[in-house]
Protein backbone atom coordinates (compact mmCIF):
# COMPACT_ATOMS: atom_id res chain seq x y z
CA UNK A 1 0.00 0.00 0.00
CA UNK A 2 1.05 3.39 -0.73
CA UNK A 3 2.19 5.49 1.84
CA UNK A 4 2.09 9.55 1.85
CA UNK A 5 3.62 12.23 3.81
CA UNK A 6 2.64 15.80 3.57
CA UNK A 7 4.83 18.81 4.29
CA UNK A 8 4.77 22.36 4.06
CA UNK A 9 7.11 25.53 4.84
CA UNK A 10 5.08 28.97 5.57
CA UNK A 11 3.90 30.67 2.86
CA UNK A 12 6.55 34.01 3.02
CA UNK A 13 5.34 37.15 2.84
CA UNK A 14 7.01 38.78 -0.84
CA UNK A 15 7.80 42.18 1.08
CA UNK A 16 11.19 41.81 -0.07
CA UNK A 17 13.46 39.51 -1.13
CA UNK A 18 14.04 35.71 0.33
CA UNK A 19 16.82 35.76 3.19
CA UNK A 20 18.92 33.51 5.18
CA UNK A 21 15.42 32.93 7.75
CA UNK A 22 13.25 31.66 5.02
CA UNK A 23 16.02 29.97 3.52
CA UNK A 24 16.14 28.11 6.32
CA UNK A 25 12.73 26.79 6.66
CA UNK A 26 12.79 25.72 3.09
CA UNK A 27 15.90 23.63 3.78
CA UNK A 28 14.54 22.21 6.77
CA UNK A 29 11.36 21.08 4.58
CA UNK A 30 13.59 19.55 2.10
CA UNK A 31 15.56 17.80 4.18
CA UNK A 32 12.10 15.89 5.56
CA UNK A 33 10.73 15.45 2.29
CA UNK A 34 13.89 13.93 0.22
CA UNK A 35 14.06 11.76 3.67
CA UNK A 36 10.90 10.32 3.26
CA UNK A 37 10.99 9.94 -0.80
CA UNK A 38 14.06 7.47 -0.35
CA UNK A 39 11.92 5.65 2.49
CA UNK A 40 8.97 5.11 0.31
CA UNK A 41 6.91 7.68 0.37
CA UNK A 42 5.12 9.25 -2.12
CA UNK A 43 5.81 13.19 -0.95
CA UNK A 44 3.79 16.50 -1.39
CA UNK A 45 5.90 19.11 -0.35
CA UNK A 46 4.64 22.64 -0.65
CA UNK A 47 5.71 25.97 -0.34
CA UNK A 48 4.69 29.73 -1.99
CA UNK A 49 4.25 32.74 -1.29
CA UNK A 50 1.41 35.03 0.47
CA UNK A 51 0.61 38.13 -1.37
CA UNK A 52 -2.28 39.45 0.51
CA UNK A 53 -3.29 42.08 3.45
CA UNK A 54 -2.25 45.53 4.04
CA UNK A 55 1.74 44.81 4.59
CA UNK A 56 2.33 43.54 0.80
CA UNK A 57 0.07 46.55 -0.36
CA UNK A 58 1.98 48.92 2.03
CA UNK A 59 5.14 47.84 0.81
CA UNK A 60 4.09 48.20 -3.42
CA UNK A 61 2.44 51.58 -2.80
CA UNK A 62 6.08 52.25 -1.10
CA UNK A 63 7.99 51.37 -4.39
CA UNK A 64 5.44 53.15 -6.35
CA UNK A 65 4.14 49.61 -7.92
CA UNK A 66 0.79 48.37 -8.94
CA UNK A 67 0.10 45.74 -5.83
CA UNK A 68 0.11 42.67 -8.10
CA UNK A 69 2.78 43.81 -10.38
CA UNK A 70 5.57 44.10 -7.37
CA UNK A 71 4.15 40.70 -6.03
CA UNK A 72 4.76 38.51 -9.06
CA UNK A 73 8.87 40.23 -9.44
CA UNK A 74 8.87 39.19 -5.69
CA UNK A 75 7.32 35.97 -5.68
CA UNK A 76 9.40 34.98 -8.87
CA UNK A 77 12.68 35.27 -6.57
CA UNK A 78 11.35 33.03 -4.01
CA UNK A 79 10.56 30.39 -6.53
CA UNK A 80 14.25 31.15 -7.88
CA UNK A 81 15.17 30.39 -4.53
CA UNK A 82 13.77 27.19 -4.61
CA UNK A 83 15.27 26.07 -7.94
CA UNK A 84 19.03 27.43 -5.99
CA UNK A 85 18.70 26.00 -2.75
CA UNK A 86 17.84 22.20 -5.21
CA UNK A 87 14.39 21.91 -3.20
CA UNK A 88 12.08 19.06 -4.29
CA UNK A 89 8.82 21.10 -4.06
CA UNK A 90 6.00 19.47 -5.37
CA UNK A 91 3.66 22.80 -6.13
CA UNK A 92 4.38 26.53 -5.11
CA UNK A 93 1.25 28.56 -4.12
CA UNK A 94 0.49 32.23 -4.43
CA UNK A 95 -2.48 33.11 -2.59
CA UNK A 96 -3.40 35.28 -5.79
CA UNK A 97 -3.92 32.43 -7.87
CA UNK A 98 -7.89 32.30 -8.78
CA UNK A 99 -7.68 28.24 -7.20
CA UNK A 100 -6.52 29.82 -3.75
CA UNK A 101 -9.25 32.55 -3.46
CA UNK A 102 -12.23 29.92 -4.50
CA UNK A 103 -10.56 27.62 -1.96
CA UNK A 104 -10.76 30.50 0.60
CA UNK A 105 -14.55 31.86 -0.14
CA UNK A 106 -15.55 28.01 0.24
CA UNK A 107 -13.59 27.86 3.64
CA UNK A 108 -15.59 31.16 4.32
CA UNK A 109 -19.27 30.18 3.46
CA UNK A 110 -18.63 26.66 5.27
CA UNK A 111 -18.04 28.92 8.54
CA UNK A 112 -20.80 31.21 8.03
CA UNK A 113 -23.06 28.13 7.38
CA UNK A 114 -21.91 26.57 10.31
CA UNK A 115 -22.88 29.97 12.32
CA UNK A 116 -19.13 30.45 13.22
CA UNK A 117 -18.71 33.82 11.65
CA UNK A 118 -20.69 37.36 12.36
CA UNK A 119 -20.83 41.08 11.39
CA UNK A 120 -19.56 43.32 14.47
CA UNK A 121 -17.03 45.71 15.02
CA UNK A 122 -13.60 45.75 15.90
CA UNK A 123 -11.96 48.65 17.85
CA UNK A 124 -8.24 47.66 18.89
CA UNK A 125 -4.72 47.34 17.95
CA UNK A 126 -3.56 46.05 14.86
CA UNK A 127 0.18 45.44 13.94
CA UNK A 128 0.95 45.90 9.67
CA UNK A 129 3.84 44.41 10.22
CA UNK A 130 2.67 40.76 11.90
CA UNK A 131 -0.94 41.11 10.46
CA UNK A 132 -1.81 40.67 13.81
CA UNK A 133 -4.43 42.01 16.33
CA UNK A 134 -3.56 42.83 20.00
CA UNK A 135 -4.91 43.59 23.55
CA UNK A 136 -3.95 46.15 25.51
CA UNK A 137 -2.02 43.76 27.43
CA UNK A 138 0.06 42.58 24.84
CA UNK A 139 1.15 45.97 23.96
CA UNK A 140 3.79 48.33 25.63
CA UNK A 141 5.21 52.12 24.52
CA UNK A 142 8.97 52.38 24.21
CA UNK A 143 10.00 56.36 22.95
CA UNK A 144 6.29 56.94 22.50
CA UNK A 145 5.89 54.22 20.34
CA UNK A 146 3.26 51.86 20.67
CA UNK A 147 4.15 48.58 20.16
CA UNK A 148 3.74 44.71 20.41
CA UNK A 149 5.36 42.94 23.28
CA UNK A 150 5.96 39.70 21.63
CA UNK A 151 7.39 41.17 18.21
CA UNK A 152 8.59 44.65 19.15
CA UNK A 153 6.79 46.03 15.71
CA UNK A 154 4.47 48.87 15.77
CA UNK A 155 0.37 48.85 16.21
CA UNK A 156 -1.94 51.46 15.15
CA UNK A 157 -5.62 51.62 16.42
CA UNK A 158 -8.35 50.07 14.28
CA UNK A 159 -12.15 51.06 14.75
CA UNK A 160 -14.26 49.50 11.70
CA UNK A 161 -17.28 47.05 11.08
CA UNK A 162 -15.53 43.77 10.85
CA UNK A 163 -16.72 40.03 10.33
CA UNK A 164 -15.80 37.87 13.28
CA UNK A 165 -15.07 34.42 14.09
CA UNK A 166 -16.65 32.62 16.88
CA UNK A 167 -12.72 31.53 18.68
CA UNK A 168 -14.06 31.82 21.68
CA UNK A 169 -16.06 28.84 20.84
CA UNK A 170 -13.21 26.46 20.24
CA UNK A 171 -11.07 27.28 23.45
CA UNK A 172 -12.26 23.62 25.28
CA UNK A 173 -12.06 21.44 22.01
CA UNK A 174 -8.65 22.64 20.93
CA UNK A 175 -7.54 22.32 24.47
CA UNK A 176 -9.20 18.80 24.80
CA UNK A 177 -7.76 18.30 21.14
CA UNK A 178 -4.01 19.44 22.84
CA UNK A 179 -4.57 16.92 25.46
CA UNK A 180 -4.97 14.02 23.13
CA UNK A 181 -2.68 14.79 20.97
CA UNK A 182 0.63 15.01 22.84
CA UNK A 183 2.66 15.51 20.03
CA UNK A 184 0.37 17.79 17.73
CA UNK A 185 2.39 21.18 18.44
CA UNK A 186 6.21 20.89 18.82
CA UNK A 187 8.89 21.64 20.48
CA UNK A 188 7.42 20.85 24.07
CA UNK A 189 8.19 24.34 24.78
CA UNK A 190 6.53 26.00 22.46
CA UNK A 191 3.22 23.73 23.02
CA UNK A 192 2.82 24.74 26.65
CA UNK A 193 3.45 28.40 25.48
CA UNK A 194 0.50 27.87 22.71
CA UNK A 195 -1.83 26.31 26.06
CA UNK A 196 -1.48 28.88 28.23
CA UNK A 197 -2.13 31.56 25.92
CA UNK A 198 -5.43 29.39 24.87
CA UNK A 199 -6.22 28.99 28.71
CA UNK A 200 -5.91 32.42 29.46
CA UNK A 201 -9.11 32.89 27.38
CA UNK A 202 -9.70 33.45 23.65
CA UNK A 203 -11.70 35.83 22.35
CA UNK A 204 -13.73 35.82 18.89
CA UNK A 205 -11.24 36.90 15.78
CA UNK A 206 -11.87 39.54 13.56
CA UNK A 207 -11.26 38.08 10.02
CA UNK A 208 -12.14 41.10 7.54
CA UNK A 209 -11.00 44.45 7.02
CA UNK A 210 -12.97 47.48 5.65
CA UNK A 211 -10.68 50.02 5.21
CA UNK A 212 -8.64 48.39 2.49
CA UNK A 213 -9.28 46.36 -0.51
CA UNK A 214 -6.12 44.10 -1.72
CA UNK A 215 -7.55 40.87 -0.56
CA UNK A 216 -10.10 38.37 -1.21
CA UNK A 217 -13.47 39.36 -1.24
CA UNK A 218 -15.82 38.19 1.44
CA UNK A 219 -18.37 36.50 -0.38
CA UNK A 220 -21.56 38.17 -0.40
CA UNK A 221 -20.31 41.27 0.95
CA UNK A 222 -17.72 43.36 -1.40
CA UNK A 223 -16.86 46.02 0.73
CA UNK A 224 -14.95 44.04 3.40
CA UNK A 225 -11.46 41.42 2.34
CA UNK A 226 -10.79 38.36 4.52
CA UNK A 227 -8.42 38.64 7.24
CA UNK A 228 -4.89 37.79 5.53
CA UNK A 229 -4.35 35.05 7.62
CA UNK A 230 -7.51 33.22 7.78
CA UNK A 231 -6.55 33.67 3.71
CA UNK A 232 -2.83 32.48 3.94
CA UNK A 233 -3.39 29.18 6.16
CA UNK A 234 -6.23 27.76 3.60
CA UNK A 235 -3.12 27.83 1.26
CA UNK A 236 -2.32 24.26 2.89
CA UNK A 237 -5.67 23.10 1.59
CA UNK A 238 -6.29 24.95 -1.71
CA UNK A 239 -2.94 23.14 -2.85
CA UNK A 240 -4.66 20.23 -2.56
CA UNK A 241 -7.89 21.45 -4.43
CA UNK A 242 -10.28 21.70 -1.58
CA UNK A 243 -13.18 22.07 -1.70
CA UNK A 244 -13.31 19.41 -4.10
CA UNK A 245 -12.26 16.61 -0.80
CA UNK A 246 -12.76 13.88 -3.17
CA UNK A 247 -10.08 15.18 -4.96
CA UNK A 248 -7.07 12.65 -5.01
CA UNK A 249 -5.08 15.17 -4.24
CA UNK A 250 -6.53 16.06 -0.91
CA UNK A 251 -7.80 12.15 -0.43
CA UNK A 252 -3.92 10.70 -0.38
CA UNK A 253 -2.35 14.00 1.36
CA UNK A 254 -4.78 15.39 3.73
CA UNK A 255 -4.09 15.71 6.91
CA UNK A 256 -0.84 17.07 6.69
CA UNK A 257 1.98 15.20 8.20
CA UNK A 258 3.67 18.62 9.51
CA UNK A 259 3.49 21.95 9.01
CA UNK A 260 6.95 23.42 9.29
CA UNK A 261 7.19 26.79 10.48
CA UNK A 262 9.20 29.03 12.47
CA UNK A 263 7.89 29.72 16.13
CA UNK A 264 7.18 33.27 15.49
CA UNK A 265 3.84 32.12 13.76
CA UNK A 266 2.95 29.51 15.72
CA UNK A 267 0.02 30.99 17.18
CA UNK A 268 -1.64 30.83 13.95
CA UNK A 269 -0.81 27.76 13.35
CA UNK A 270 -1.57 26.14 16.71
CA UNK A 271 -4.52 28.20 17.74
CA UNK A 272 -6.07 29.79 15.04
CA UNK A 273 -5.83 27.30 12.29
CA UNK A 274 -7.21 24.13 14.08
CA UNK A 275 -9.99 26.46 15.06
CA UNK A 276 -11.30 26.91 11.72
CA UNK A 277 -10.56 23.82 10.65
CA UNK A 278 -12.92 22.15 13.20
CA UNK A 279 -15.54 24.90 12.67
CA UNK A 280 -15.47 24.20 8.85
CA UNK A 281 -15.31 19.95 10.07
CA UNK A 282 -12.17 19.25 8.29
CA UNK A 283 -9.47 17.12 9.70
CA UNK A 284 -6.78 18.65 11.38
CA UNK A 285 -2.78 18.55 10.54
CA UNK A 286 -0.59 15.85 12.34
CA UNK A 287 1.53 17.84 13.51
CA UNK A 288 2.83 21.44 13.72
CA UNK A 289 6.56 22.21 14.21
CA UNK A 290 7.74 26.02 15.41
CA UNK A 291 11.67 25.71 14.74
CA UNK A 292 13.74 28.46 16.34
CA UNK A 293 14.93 31.70 14.60
CA UNK A 294 18.57 32.47 13.17
CA UNK A 295 20.41 35.09 14.54
CA UNK A 296 22.72 37.68 13.47
CA UNK A 297 23.78 39.05 16.72
CA UNK A 298 21.33 38.45 19.12
CA UNK A 299 18.25 39.07 17.23
CA UNK A 300 16.32 37.37 14.87
CA UNK A 301 17.32 38.23 10.93
CA UNK A 302 14.55 40.23 9.67
CA UNK A 303 14.46 42.93 6.78
CA UNK A 304 12.93 45.45 9.26
CA UNK A 305 16.38 45.32 11.78
CA UNK A 306 18.44 45.51 8.52
CA UNK A 307 21.04 42.36 9.45
CA UNK A 308 20.65 40.47 6.68
CA UNK A 309 22.40 37.24 5.69
CA UNK A 310 22.10 36.63 1.75
CA UNK A 311 21.98 33.09 1.04
CA UNK A 312 22.43 33.71 -2.52
CA UNK A 313 26.10 35.28 -1.76
CA UNK A 314 26.73 32.60 0.62
CA UNK A 315 26.13 30.34 -1.97
CA UNK A 316 28.14 31.74 -4.57
CA UNK A 317 30.99 31.98 -1.87
CA UNK A 318 30.79 28.65 -0.88
CA UNK A 319 28.41 26.50 -2.41
CA UNK A 320 24.62 25.29 -1.93
CA UNK A 321 25.45 21.62 -0.21
CA UNK A 322 27.97 23.83 2.34
CA UNK A 323 25.35 26.18 3.07
CA UNK A 324 22.57 23.43 3.60
CA UNK A 325 25.12 21.12 5.45
CA UNK A 326 25.73 24.46 7.49
CA UNK A 327 22.32 25.14 8.98
CA UNK A 328 21.24 21.33 9.55
CA UNK A 329 23.79 20.58 12.05
CA UNK A 330 24.62 24.22 13.35
CA UNK A 331 21.48 25.88 13.72
CA UNK A 332 19.91 22.67 16.42
CA UNK A 333 16.77 22.22 15.51
CA UNK A 334 14.18 23.24 18.10
CA UNK A 335 16.69 26.17 19.08
CA UNK A 336 17.13 30.02 17.94
CA UNK A 337 21.00 29.50 16.03
CA UNK A 338 23.47 31.78 15.41
CA UNK A 339 25.43 31.61 12.34
CA UNK A 340 28.86 32.71 11.46
CA UNK A 341 31.16 32.80 8.26
CA UNK A 342 33.81 31.47 10.04
CA UNK A 343 31.71 28.17 11.98
CA UNK A 344 30.98 27.51 8.48
CA UNK A 345 34.35 26.88 7.36
CA UNK A 346 34.87 24.98 10.02
CA UNK A 347 32.27 22.91 9.06
CA UNK A 348 33.50 22.28 5.28
CA UNK A 349 36.78 21.67 6.18
CA UNK A 350 36.26 19.36 9.33
CA UNK A 351 32.96 17.69 8.26
CA UNK A 352 33.16 17.48 4.46
CA UNK A 353 36.41 17.90 2.79
CA UNK A 354 38.16 16.02 6.21
CA UNK A 355 35.78 13.84 6.92
CA UNK A 356 33.52 12.77 4.51
CA UNK A 357 35.18 13.72 1.31
CA UNK A 358 38.31 12.35 2.37
CA UNK A 359 36.90 8.84 3.11
CA UNK A 360 35.87 8.55 0.03
CA UNK A 361 39.20 9.20 -2.00
CA UNK A 362 40.90 7.26 0.20
CA UNK A 363 38.73 4.06 0.13
CA UNK A 364 38.70 4.43 -4.43
CA UNK A 365 42.03 5.32 -4.61
CA UNK A 366 43.30 2.27 -2.54
CA UNK A 367 40.85 0.27 -4.42
CA UNK A 368 42.09 1.25 -7.73
CA UNK A 369 45.34 1.12 -6.80
CA UNK A 370 45.35 -2.30 -4.99
CA UNK A 371 42.46 -4.51 -6.09
CA UNK A 372 42.00 -3.94 -9.97
CA UNK A 373 39.16 -0.94 -8.80
CA UNK A 374 36.65 -3.41 -8.23
CA UNK A 375 34.34 -3.82 -5.12
CA UNK A 376 35.92 -6.62 -3.75
CA UNK A 377 34.71 -10.71 -3.52
CA UNK A 378 34.97 -13.51 -0.95
CA UNK A 379 34.57 -10.99 2.04
CA UNK A 380 34.43 -12.69 5.55
CA UNK A 381 33.10 -10.24 8.21
CA UNK A 382 34.73 -10.48 11.11
CA UNK A 383 32.94 -8.92 14.73
CA UNK A 384 35.09 -4.72 14.09
CA UNK A 385 33.41 -5.14 10.49
CA UNK A 386 29.63 -6.00 11.54
CA UNK A 387 30.48 -3.65 14.93
CA UNK A 388 30.25 -0.62 12.76
CA UNK A 389 28.24 -1.88 9.80
CA UNK A 390 25.43 -2.92 12.47
CA UNK A 391 25.34 0.67 13.73
CA UNK A 392 22.49 1.32 10.86
CA UNK A 393 19.39 1.04 12.96
CA UNK A 394 16.59 1.55 10.82
CA UNK A 395 13.79 1.99 13.14
CA UNK A 396 15.61 4.17 15.40
CA UNK A 397 16.31 6.36 12.58
CA UNK A 398 13.12 6.25 11.26
CA UNK A 399 11.46 6.92 14.93
CA UNK A 400 14.17 10.09 15.56
CA UNK A 401 12.65 11.29 12.18
CA UNK A 402 9.18 11.02 12.71
CA UNK A 403 9.85 13.31 16.17
CA UNK A 404 11.66 15.42 13.99
CA UNK A 405 15.23 14.87 15.56
CA UNK A 406 17.47 16.19 13.07
CA UNK A 407 20.16 16.61 15.87
CA UNK A 408 20.23 12.98 16.50
CA UNK A 409 20.13 12.52 12.73
CA UNK A 410 23.56 14.78 11.95
CA UNK A 411 25.14 13.73 15.24
CA UNK A 412 24.92 9.59 14.00
CA UNK A 413 26.41 10.85 10.74
CA UNK A 414 28.96 12.92 12.15
CA UNK A 415 30.23 9.98 14.51
CA UNK A 416 29.94 7.27 11.88
CA UNK A 417 31.72 9.33 9.72
CA UNK A 418 34.47 9.72 12.72
CA UNK A 419 34.65 5.70 13.34
CA UNK A 420 34.81 5.03 10.05
CA UNK A 421 37.91 7.25 9.21
CA UNK A 422 38.66 5.67 12.28
CA UNK A 423 38.59 1.78 11.31
CA UNK A 424 40.27 2.24 8.12
CA UNK A 425 43.22 3.34 10.09
CA UNK A 426 43.01 1.10 12.84
CA UNK A 427 42.60 -1.88 10.70
CA UNK A 428 45.59 -0.84 8.40
CA UNK A 429 44.33 -2.48 4.86
CA UNK A 430 47.73 -1.11 3.38
CA UNK A 431 49.26 -4.04 6.17
CA UNK A 432 46.65 -6.59 4.97
CA UNK A 433 48.41 -7.46 1.08
CA UNK A 434 48.99 -10.88 2.03
CA UNK A 435 46.12 -12.29 3.75
CA UNK A 436 43.27 -11.06 0.75
CA UNK A 437 40.19 -12.23 2.30
CA UNK A 438 41.05 -10.05 5.38
CA UNK A 439 41.98 -6.97 3.20
CA UNK A 440 38.90 -7.68 0.80
CA UNK A 441 36.72 -7.35 3.86
CA UNK A 442 38.43 -4.22 5.17
CA UNK A 443 37.35 -2.60 2.03
CA UNK A 444 34.02 -3.69 1.10
CA UNK A 445 32.97 -2.89 4.70
CA UNK A 446 34.41 0.78 4.13
CA UNK A 447 33.05 0.99 0.95
CA UNK A 448 29.39 -0.36 2.19
CA UNK A 449 29.72 2.39 4.81
CA UNK A 450 30.09 5.22 2.24
CA UNK A 451 27.17 4.23 0.46
CA UNK A 452 24.98 3.86 3.44
CA UNK A 453 26.63 7.22 4.80
CA UNK A 454 25.95 8.60 1.18
CA UNK A 455 22.06 7.69 1.31
CA UNK A 456 21.94 9.40 4.90
CA UNK A 457 23.45 12.57 3.38
CA UNK A 458 21.46 12.52 0.39
CA UNK A 459 18.75 14.64 2.38
CA UNK A 460 21.13 16.89 3.70
CA UNK A 461 23.63 17.52 1.03
CA UNK A 462 21.98 15.98 -1.83
CA UNK A 463 24.28 16.89 -4.93
CA UNK A 464 27.29 15.74 -3.36
CA UNK A 465 25.69 12.65 -1.82
CA UNK A 466 24.83 11.54 -5.69
CA UNK A 467 28.26 12.61 -6.94
CA UNK A 468 29.80 10.44 -4.02
CA UNK A 469 27.37 7.77 -5.14
CA UNK A 470 28.73 8.07 -8.67
CA UNK A 471 31.39 5.51 -7.17
CA UNK A 472 29.22 2.52 -7.08
CA UNK A 473 27.09 3.84 -10.12
CA UNK A 474 24.14 4.37 -8.15
CA UNK A 475 21.27 7.11 -9.13
CA UNK A 476 19.32 9.31 -7.17
CA UNK A 477 15.89 7.04 -8.05
CA UNK A 478 17.97 4.50 -7.01
CA UNK A 479 18.59 5.18 -3.15
CA UNK A 480 16.04 3.15 -0.91
CA UNK A 481 16.60 4.05 2.49
CA UNK A 482 15.78 0.37 3.42
CA UNK A 483 18.69 -0.86 2.29
CA UNK A 484 20.84 0.44 4.99
CA UNK A 485 20.46 -2.78 6.91
CA UNK A 486 21.94 -4.71 3.69
CA UNK A 487 25.78 -5.61 4.36
CA UNK A 488 26.28 -6.51 1.06
CA UNK A 489 24.26 -4.28 -0.95
CA UNK A 490 27.32 -3.80 -3.38
CA UNK A 491 28.01 -6.04 -6.35
CA UNK A 492 30.99 -7.78 -5.55
CA UNK A 493 33.66 -7.89 -8.36
CA UNK A 494 31.57 -4.45 -10.45
CA UNK A 495 34.16 -1.39 -11.13
CA UNK A 496 34.10 1.40 -9.45
CA UNK A 497 34.82 4.82 -10.18
CA UNK A 498 37.34 7.81 -9.18
CA UNK A 499 35.40 10.98 -8.64
CA UNK A 500 36.29 14.86 -8.02
CA UNK A 501 37.09 16.02 -4.73
CA UNK A 502 33.93 16.14 -3.11
CA UNK A 503 34.74 19.78 -1.43
CA UNK A 504 37.53 22.07 -1.30
CA UNK A 505 38.99 23.18 1.63
CA UNK A 506 38.41 26.77 2.57
CA UNK A 507 41.85 28.75 3.08
CA UNK A 508 41.36 31.05 5.97
CA UNK A 509 40.93 34.03 5.36
CA UNK A 510 41.39 36.65 8.28
CA UNK A 511 38.91 39.37 6.73
N1 LIG B 1 3.30 34.94 5.52
C1 LIG B 1 3.48 34.51 6.85
C2 LIG B 1 3.31 32.99 6.96
C3 LIG B 1 2.00 32.47 6.49
S1 LIG B 1 1.91 30.75 6.59
C4 LIG B 1 0.33 30.38 6.29
C5 LIG B 1 4.88 34.89 7.34
N2 LIG B 1 5.78 35.13 6.39
S2 LIG B 1 7.30 35.58 6.63
O1 LIG B 1 7.87 35.74 5.32
O2 LIG B 1 7.34 36.71 7.49
O3 LIG B 1 8.04 34.48 7.42
C6 LIG B 1 7.75 33.15 7.25
C7 LIG B 1 8.71 32.23 7.92
O4 LIG B 1 10.07 32.48 7.53
C8 LIG B 1 8.80 32.23 9.44
O5 LIG B 1 7.80 31.63 10.12
C9 LIG B 1 10.01 31.36 9.58
O6 LIG B 1 9.65 30.03 9.29
C10 LIG B 1 10.91 31.92 8.49
N3 LIG B 1 11.76 32.96 9.03
C11 LIG B 1 11.73 34.30 8.80
N4 LIG B 1 12.74 34.88 9.49
C12 LIG B 1 13.43 33.94 10.17
C13 LIG B 1 14.62 33.90 10.88
N5 LIG B 1 15.35 34.96 11.14
N6 LIG B 1 15.05 32.67 11.28
C14 LIG B 1 14.43 31.50 10.95
N7 LIG B 1 13.32 31.52 10.27
C15 LIG B 1 12.67 32.72 10.06
O7 LIG B 1 5.09 34.94 8.52
Known amino acids: MDKYYYITTPIYYPSAKPHMGHAYSSIIADFFARFKKIDGFKVCFLTGTDEHGLKIQRAAEKKGIETLKFCNEISQTFRDLS ?58 EIEGIK ?12 DEESYFFRLSKWEKPLLEYYEKNPDFILPESKKNEVISFVKSGLKDLSVSRKSFSWGIKVPGNNEHVIYVWLDALTNYISALNYPSINDSLFQKFWPASIHLIGKDILRFHAVYWPAFLMAAKIPL ?16 MSKSKGNILDPIEIIEKYGLDALRYYLIKEVSFGNDGNISQERLEVCINSDLANNFGNLCQRVTAFTIKNLQGKIPNKVKFEKNDLKILDKFNLSLIREKINKQDINYYIDFIVNSLFDTNKYFNDEEPWNKKDDL ?6 IYTTLEIVRKISYMLYPIIPQSSLNALKIFGIKENEIDFSTLKN ?23 ND
Open 83 to 140: KTLNLTNTDFIRTTEERHKKSVQSLWKELEKNDDIYLSKYSGWYSVSDEAFYTNDEIE
Open 147 to 158: RAIISKSSVEWM
Open 285 to 300: PEKIYGHGWILSGEEK
Open 437 to 442: IRLNTI
Open 487 to 509: HKYLKENTNITKIEILFKKIEKT
